[in-house]
């Protein structure tokens, strides 16, 4: 099958041009500034801009075990509705992924039920040494390791396996950085302060900066002691990002980091607003944190922006404190948001693809993907930069059904997605028949 977008804007490689872009079946066949040829499928891309689609290195879509929350199936849908096309997810769900076998099962039921291409990450714990070693770098995006901090139970607390991990893996391992033991301190403080009815603004003091500083800057001194390959996740603070190293290529690092959508966006000011809607872990800081993320962010001392995607039922969110799950729906506006901070002149848009497309490509080695190029995978998301729309209850397609920009106007609306040359959304249509591939890694 061959498909042609027409006149479209290309944003790719830190260049804007237009061009057209023909697709043969699953691939990116040409690229020129002008094709006419019989295509099965046409689309007049005039107006719209067209970038890669977004690659989400850090979602929880809670299968198995937890889909009341939330299922692969509809996650991916609401990925895809925000120019997502591919994503990588974590092992905190219910069987929690420590095994292999455990492993294998997830990319089964993602293979019958994801609309966007997918891989999982391999958990670690304290007692899996053996199975994390199994892992193949060729089709696994990384091991994942909730250093310091769990809300998942998946701990990785002694120290000799960290070493272990550390110095024997042959692989990408990517952490949670938060310390616990600060984190206990700070919740008896509160407790002293409040009582058992510790207020949600709290968070951030529970959750602190000491707590993210500690666990980052030790993981990091773990993986310069062995050589590891290291991505830390969902940065918070300003002060971590002096961590990171400004004068090295992405692709010759061997320590990254990645930002999240929240934490670009809110501050500790809109706790008194959105109250638990806005409680992740790590928690969203103060607004110097904020500020601070996006400096680092523009000058490539972090190198990626992920979702973090982890939702939550409403229900389970209007509980106390330490009843309240951390997290929240992110997929469907990642890429909005982003966007509005261009409109914002906070961010250009070769960045945000930088960042969102590219780099997570580059960090994690993937085959053929996160970029406008002929023989890559047809990936490709049209974005119409100019028509505004309202984030509300009828227009949310996560399962649990609220988000976290309820009433918020975005100006960039997302009106087609490509995946793997199939065009499986459009102006708010789906069409299902194709489903997403498992990404491959080029190690």
């Given at each position: 099958m061959l498909t042609l977008i027409k006149n479209s804007t290309i944003v790719n490689e830190g260049e804007i041009f237009k061009a057209d872009v023909l697709i043969e079946n699953q691939k990116i066949k040409k690229i020129d500034s002008n094709i006419n040829i019989n295509a099965q499928k046409t689309i007049n891309a005039n107006g719209l801009y067209l970038i890669p689609g977004v690659i989400d290195d850090q979602v929880h879509f809670r299968e198995p075990g937890l889909t009341h929350k939330a299922d692969i199936y509809t996650e991916s849908k609401a990925a895809v509705a925000g120019g997502i096309t591919s994503f990588m997810e974590m092992p905190n769900t219910k069987p929690q992924v420590l095994t292999q076998k455990l492993l294998e099962e997830k990319f089964a039921i993602a293979s019958k039920k994801s609309l966007a291409n997918y891989s999982f990450f391999m958990g670690a714990s304290n007692d899996n040494l053996e199975e994390v070693l199994k892992t193949n770098p060729k089709n696994v995006g990384a091991i994942k390791i909730f250093m310091g901090s769990s809300t998942g139970n998946m701990l990785v607390d002694n120290k000799d396996i960290l070493e272990k991990i550390f110095s024997k893996s042959n692989m990408l391992i990517a952490v949670h950085c938060e310390d616990e033991s600060i984190i206990q301190q700070n919740i008896s403080k509160a407790e002293i302060k409040f009582g058992k009815n510790i207020p949600i603004s709290e968070h951030p003091n529970i959750r602190s900066e000491e707590a993210c500083y500690k666990s980052s800057s030790m993981a990091i001194k773990l993986a310069k002691k062995h050589n590891t390959r290291l991505h830390v996740f969902h940065i918070s603070t300003e002060k971590e990002t002096n961590l990171f190293d400004t004068s090295t290529?992405?692709?010759?690092?061997?320590?990254?980091?990645?930002?999240?959508?929240?934490?670009?966006?809110?501050?500790?000011?809109?706790?008194?607003?959105?109250?638990?809607?806005?409680?992740?872990?790590?928690?969203?800081?103060?607004?110097?944190?904020?500020?601070?993320?996006?400096?680092?962010?523009?000058?490539?001392?972090?190198?990626?922006?992920?979702?973090?995607?982890?939702?939550?039922?409403?229900?389970?969110?209007?509980?106390?404190?330490?009843?309240?799950?951390?997290?929240?729906?992110?997929?469907?506006?990642?890429?909005?948001?982003?966007?509005?901070?261009?409109?914002?002149?906070?961010?250009?848009?070769?960045?945000?693809?930088?960042?969102?497309?590219?780099?997570p490509s580059i960090c994690f080695n993937i085959e053929k993907r996160g970029f406008i190029r002929e023989k890559y995978f047809a990936d490709l998301v049209l974005v119409n930069l100019n028509s505004p729309w309202k984030v509300d209850k009828n227009n949310i397609l996560y399962k649990c059904g609220w988000s976290p920009f309820e009433g918020e106007k975005f100006h960039s609306k997302i009106t087609h997605t490509f995946i793997n040359g199939h065009l499986i959304y459009q102006?708010?249509?789906f069409d299902e028949k194709h489903k997403g591939k498992r990404l491959t890694f080029d190690r």
């Open positions: 290529k992405l692709k010759n690092k061997k320590i990254t980091s990645e930002v999240c959508i929240h934490h670009l966006w809110f501050e500790e000011n809109d706790y008194k607003k959105k109250g638990a809607l806005i409680k992740w872990n790590p928690a969203i800081k103060k607004k110097k944190d904020k500020v601070g993320l996006l400096k680092a962010l523009l000058d490539n001392k972090i190198d990626v922006v992920a979702s973090d995607h982890a939702p939550h039922t409403l229900k389970e969110k209007a509980n106390s404190y330490f009843k309240c799950p951390s997290g929240g729906p992110l997929v469907q506006h990642a890429l909005p948001a982003m966007l509005e901070l261009v409109k914002q002149n906070k961010i250009n848009l070769e960045k945000v693809v930088e960042k969102m497309c590219h780099n102006n708010g249509a």
